[in-house]
């Protein structure tokens, strides 16, 4: 999954609520190391919250979807991921919380039955 060149594109969204943010960062060094071109709000936010953040949902191929239960209390992340469904990107759901797998209400719907990757294991990424 190449870059398509254009500044306004990206290949990952990465969606996250902030209490993951230090193995978010190293998801995200692994993936442009191996030429993934990554959008994350600590480097790629400016003007609106909600512009910047359904622009970066527009112009991903994949949202990457960190989720823990701090992700499925939080309204921003919330907006993120119910986007990113309607405009039927690719979500890979991450698991950033030990025994947190079977989330419900709106974060359990939208992972369905969709298979999850475990990021909470002390493993160097």
């Excluded at 993936?31 to 622009?55: P, Q, R």
């Excluded at 797998?101 to 160097?124: A, E, Q, R, T």
């Amino acid at each position: 999954m190449a870059g398509t060149g254009s500044s306004n594109t990206h290949d990952v969204m990465i969606s996250y609520s902030w209490g993951s943010q230090k193995t978010v960062l190293k998801i995200r060094d692994k993936l442009e190391e191996n030429g993934v071109t990554c959008w994350i709000d600590v480097e790629k936010m400016s003007g609106s919250i909600m512009e910047a953040m359904s622009a970066a949902v527009e112009n991903c191929t994949v949202f990457l979807m960190c989720y823990s239960e701090k992700y499925s209390q939080s309204k921003n992340c919330q907006s993120d991921a119910e986007y990113a469904q309607k405009k039927q990107k690719i979500i890979i759901p991450c698991s950033m919380e030990r025994g947190y797998h079977d989330p419900s209400g709106w974060l359990g719907i939208i992972i369905g039955g969709k298979l999850y990757f475990d990021f909470f294991w002390n493993v160097p990424i």
